[in-house]
């Protein structure tokens, strides 16, 4: 597509619900990345995909978060047992080329409100 | 890992005035870039900047990678530059992959 597509836009849950948000990175773009942003806060780094391999895993702020990435493209985000912590916008980016280097291009970010 | 440190962390202007958004980090770097965040959260790329200095329209940036610094300038400042810039980098070695944010710069410009 012609930008990072992320879905859904806004997701509001209550407090113990799973969730699963998504990615569709740029076409070509072997690289793609996950970060969380809280309300007012800067970027916070949780986890890269370099094809469908993901080698640093420890930006994950818990074992109740977990990604995975299919035919080096669309990835997933998901949240089991969310907490009101876990409240925050989710940005995905993608770029071309090697893992590091090159441009990031950031979608729209997934609004997750945990009541 | 590496530190990234952007000033001021708020900046005020009037339109049509100019400002200078700095950041330091404080480890060699192979990826810098500058991004806007407007007030709907959207990340917009501003410049992809490891070395040099680039120009698009009024605004431009230069990274002295030797020195550990990279400044962004706005000139005649709109009111539609409002929001926060930030600048990320990545410093390979053990943060390879990851590019890391500061904190932001805050501007606001009234009209």
């Known amino acids: 597509g012609a930008g990072v597509s992320q879905s859904p836009s806004n997701k509001v849950t209550e407090k113990g619900k799973d969730v699963e948000l998504r990615c569709d990175p740029i076409?070509?773009?072997?690289?793609l990345y996950w970060y969380r942003q809280r309300l007012g806060q800067g970027l916070e780094f949780l986890i890269y995909?370099?094809?469908?391999?993901?080698?640093?895993k420890s930006g994950l702020p818990s074992d109740r978060f977990s990604a995975e990435r299919t035919g080096e493209s669309v990835s997933t985000l998901t949240i089991q047992r969310t907490q009101q912590e876990d409240s925050a916008v989710y940005l995905c980016?993608?770029?071309?080329?090697?893992?590091?280097?090159?441009?990031?291009?950031f979608g729209e970010g997934s609004r997750l409100t945990v009541l | 890992g590496i530190q990234v440190e952007q000033s001021p962390p708020d900046l005020i202007l009037q339109e049509g005035a100019n400002s200078t958004l700095r950041c330091n980090f404080s480890?060699?770097?192979?990826?810098l870039q500058w991004f806007h965040q407007n007030p709907w959260g959207q990340l917009i790329n501003l410049f992809y900047?490891?070395?040099g200095t680039k120009q698009n329209g009024r605004l431009s940036a230069t990274t002295v990678a030797t020195e550990r610094y990279s400044l962004l300038y706005i000139s005649s400042s709109q009111t539609t530059d409002s929001g926060v810039y930030f600048c990320?980098?990545?410093?390979?070695?053990?943060?390879?992959?990851?590019?890391?944010f500061g904190q932001g710069t805050i501007l606001t410009v009234h009209p």
């Open positions: 980016a993608s770029s071309l080329g090697r893992i590091g280097t090159g441009e990031l291009f």
């Open positions: 076409s070509g773009h072997t690289a």
């Open positions: 995909f370099q094809g469908n391999s993901a080698p640093d």
């Open positions: 480890d060699s770097v192979n990826n």
């Open positions: 900047i490891p070395s």
């Open positions: 990320a980098l990545n410093a390979g070695g053990t943060s390879y992959g990851k590019l890391t």
